[in-house]
């Protein structure tokens, strides 16, 4: 696999791509991938599921709602950048959530046309059979216990960032989730497709000239997330910048009343729960070619 180094001159992209954030999990880098977001150029970002670690949006921290008050500002049709949301195993469920919040629709799969090519984004989850055959026990272990396990390790989190890519080899995911998505862009005629959930980015090209693309994760030290361009396709590895002053979402921007307090209206995820657990709306799984 090749990676791309960090653009010396800026470079307007179609699209850009990220999976795998994790939000509320203490491995987030949340902060690094809203600076990617900020200082990139492009018409289309699809988040490629999993954004969030699980449902408990307790655990969120303050850098974490400043990523989707970014989100939620892209949404405005004044900016002019499609937000496509595809949803995770992690995250299945949040479509109201989503749209309701950040001003996004989530999609199961999603299409689009670039250049004369199909390209489809899809988590892959759907391709991996031990997710698929054991939704609770990969729940409880794969997501309960491992968001404990980076409480109780060190601060560089080397011990489950370890346990991560031991878990990609010991299920082999990076093999069975590249073979579903090829089999699965054959058969919808696309020429690329794209993929998060196993944490790896990856390359790969079959013998029908069928392209799979994995953009990895956002909770190793070595992020990594996918632009499509005049260039090509590329995988870009995040490497730190020197901070730069710019602009910060607020509360506002969540549809807060002037003069709320920030603890007070993110208290416990209240401002998310509130309608979602009334049970007012329905999951929205409707697929979407866009041109």
């Known amino acids: 696999m090749e990676v791309v180094a960090p653009q010396t001159v800026a470079t307007s992209y179609d699209t850009l791509i990220l999976s795998d954030l994790h939000l509320g999990a203490d491995m987030s880098r949340a902060r690094e991938a809203l600076r990617v977001l900020r200082e990139t150029r492009y018409r289309r970002l699809i988040l490629l599921g999993d954004i969030f670690a699980d449902l408990n949006f307790g655990r969120l921290k303050k850098e974490h709602w400043k990523f989707l008050g970014y989100i939620r500002k892209l949404s405005n049709p004044k900016r002019n950048v499609e937000v496509v949301w595809v949803e995770g ?5 949040l479509a109201p959530i989503m749209s309701h919040l950040v001003g996004v629709r989530v999609y199961q799969e999603y299409q689009w046309q670039y250049q004369g090519l199909r390209h489809i984004a899809v988590h892959g989850h759907q ?19 491992y968001l404990q396990l980076q409480k109780w390790d060190s601060k560089q989190k080397t011990l489950t960032r370890f346990l991560d890519r031991l878990n990609t080899r010991w299920l082999r995911l990076s093999v069975k989730v590249a073979r579903g998505a090829l089999g699965h862009a054959r058969h919808r005629q696309a020429a690329r497709i794209f993929c998060g959930h196993t944490h790896a980015a990856l390359h790969q090209r079959d013998e029908h000239g069928t392209d799979y693309f994995n953009c990895g ?46 603890e007070e209206w993110f208290a416990d995820g209240e401002v998310i729960d509130l309608e979602y657990q009334s049970g007012q709306y329905q999951e929205d799984e409707r697929e979407s070619v866009a041109t």
């Open 127 to 145: 391709f991996d059979g031990f997710v698929v055959s054991n939704v609770r026990v990969s729940y409880w272990i794969g997501t309960l216990l």
């Open 217 to 262: 994760a956002w909770i190793d030290a070595r992020p990594t997330y996918i632009t499509v361009g005049e260039q090509g396709v590329q995988i870009h590895e995040y490497v730190e910048t020197q901070d730069v002053h710019s602009e910060e979402p607020t509360l506002a921007d969540f549809g807060a009343p002037d003069g709320a307090e920030e």
């Open 89 to 93: 195993n992690h995250d299945h469920g």
